[in-house]
C-alpha cells in the first residue's frame, strides 16, 4: 500500500487494451538504482531531487501521484506557531525557511497568508501551557490561549520569520481596531493578532510540476527518471520489489540498489508487505469542508482566521480559490480503514464557525466539497493527538527479498517541509549508493513558477508576448492555473483544429482537457476533477459537466463504451463516498460531440 485513502475506488482495477507506456518503460528496464514507492508530496519531491543528480530513479505511487494524505492537508505552507508550545524549535525555523523559500520558488501556487488570531482574554493558559510542553496532554477542561501567551509566541516565531525584511513582524489589534477590521467577529473580543504565513492554492498542481522537473532532468542524459502511478508494491521476487500494474493487473519485478519507502501513514502496510514488519506509524486522521458562503467570506477579509477552540483543537477558517476552507480535526485513525469527514465532524465545524461568527448561518447547504486524510505522523502512545511530533526522521532497515538491499523508511513530513525533507532522503540514498550531490535545490525555480511574472506590468508583458493568438484573458487564464508552464497548455491548444469551451465548464476548453489527459498521466475520471484541475474543490462538478467531462475525456483515452460505464460508476462512487457530492452514473453517459 502506498500514499491513498486505503478503499480509494478510483484505484479500482478498469479494463484496459495495453500497457501504459510509462509501466512499459519500467517492464523493458526493470533496474534502477533508487526505488521509491509513494508518490505523495515527499515522494515526488525526493525523485525530483535524486534526478537532479543524475540518479536512475523509478518513482511509483499505488493510486494517483498525491491522492492520498497529501491531497488532504489544509492548503498551508505554514511555519508552525503552535510547534512552539510543543518544543519543536527545529522544526519551526526549518517550516519558516521553507515556506519563504516556497513563496521565491513556486509563485504561480505558493502566495502569502495573512493570518489573524482573535483573542478572548489576556492571560488565560499561562498555567496549563508548561504543563502542556512538559507532559504532553491536555488535562482537564481546554482554556484558549490568552494575549500574553500568544504575545510571548508570536514574538518566537517573528524570530525564525525574517527573511530579508519580505515576512511582516506580527501585530497586535485592540477591540475597537479588531471590529472596525472584522465586524462580524464574536464582539467579545479584546484584542487580533495578525502575522503572515502562506497558502498553496492548487498543491496538486505544484506536485505535479515537481514530478515534471525530476523527469526533465533525465532528459538527454545517461540517467533516467521514471515516474508511474497506479502501480503497487505486493511483495518481492527473485531478490527484486514485486509490482502490479493496477490499472491492466500485469505483474512484474524491479531490482534497485536503494528502496525508499515515501508512503505517508502506509508506511509500516508496505513494509509489511515487502516482508519487514515495522510499527513506525500512529496517524491521526484530519478532515475539512468547503463552503459557498459569502458572507463568511467576506467576513475573513481576505485572510486566515486561526484560532483555538475551547476543546484545544486548533481551527483554520480561510477563503480559497472564492470558497472558504474550514478545518481541521485530530483524531487518532487506522490507516487500514477509509479516512472520510462525517456528519459529527461537519457539526463540530459549525460549532467552531459560530464560536468566531455567531451571526453568519452555515448549514449543510452550503458544503460544496468535503475531504478527510491521516496525517503520517509518527506512533505516540499516550501523547495527545494535538502534540504528536510533526518533524521526520528517516528509518534504515534491509529488504527481506535478499537480506542486503537497505530500505530507507520516511516518519512523518509535512507539505511546508517536502523541500528540505527530499534534500535529507536524497543525501541518505547518496551515501548509500557512494555518490555526491552535485546540484541543490535550495534556490532552484520549480515548474511553472521559472519567469513567472512577479508584478502586474510583468504579468500584461508576458500575456502579451506568449498568447499565441488566444485573447489575453484566455492567456492570462491559463498562466494563473499553470504559471509560465501555460506557454505548453497554449501551444497545444493552437494545434488543435477544433478547439472549443466546454457547453457545462466554459473556463475550460476541449484542447486544455485534451492536454491534461495526455500530458500528465491521467488515467482515471476523477484524477482530472479532483487533482488535474480544482472543479470538484469549489463546487463546480455538477451532473452536466461530470457527463460533458466523463464522456470528453472517455473519448480523449479511447475507451470503449463499457470502459467509460465502468470509469463512471468508479468516479461516482469515489466522489460521493469521500467528498459528499451529489451525482449519479447512469449506465449509458451523453456523448460528447
Known sequence: MTDNNASDTSSAHSPATALRSDVQAIIDRPSAQVLIIGGGINGVGTFRDLALQGVDVILIERSDFVSGASAASSHMIHGGVRYLENGEFRLVRESVQERNRLMRLAPHYVKPLPTTIPIFSTFSGILSAPLRLLTHKQGGKAKERGALLIKVGLTGYDSFSRDGGSVPRHEFKGHKKSMQKFPKLRDSVKYTARYFDAAVENPERLALDIIGDGRAAATGGTAHARSVNYVEAIGDSEGGVLLRDTVSGREFSVKADVIVNTSGPWTDLTNKALGKATSYMGGTKGSHIVLDNPELYTAC?????????????????????????????????????????????????????????????????????????????????DTAPGFVSRDYRIEQTVFAGDKKTPVLSLVGGKWTTWRALSEHLTNEALALLKKSRTVSTEDLQIGGGVGFPATPAATKAWVAEHSAGLSPERTAQLLKRYGTKATAVIAHIAEQPDDTPLTSLPEYSTAEIDYLVKSEYVVHLTDVVLRRTIVAFVGGLTQPVFDELSALIGKQLGWSANQLTSERSLAVENLVFFHGLSLTAPAVAPAHS
Open 301 to 381: 477579509a481576505g485572510g486566515e482566521i486561526f484560532f483555538e477552540n475551547n476543546d484545544g483543537r486548533i481551527v483554520l477558517i480561510y477563503p480559497l480559490n472564492g470558497r472558504v476552507l474550514v478545518g481541521t480535526t485530530d483524531i487518532d485513525a487506522d490507516p487500514s480503514e477509509p479516512s472520510v469527514c462525517t456528519e459529527e465532524e461537519v457539526d463540530y465545524f459549525f460549532e467552531l464557525v459560530s464560536h468566531v461568527f455567531p451571526t453568519i448561518p452555515v448549514d449543510r447547504s452550503q458544503i460544496v466539497f468535503r475531504y478527510s486524510g491521516i496525517r503520517p505522523l509518527p506512533k505516540h502512545d
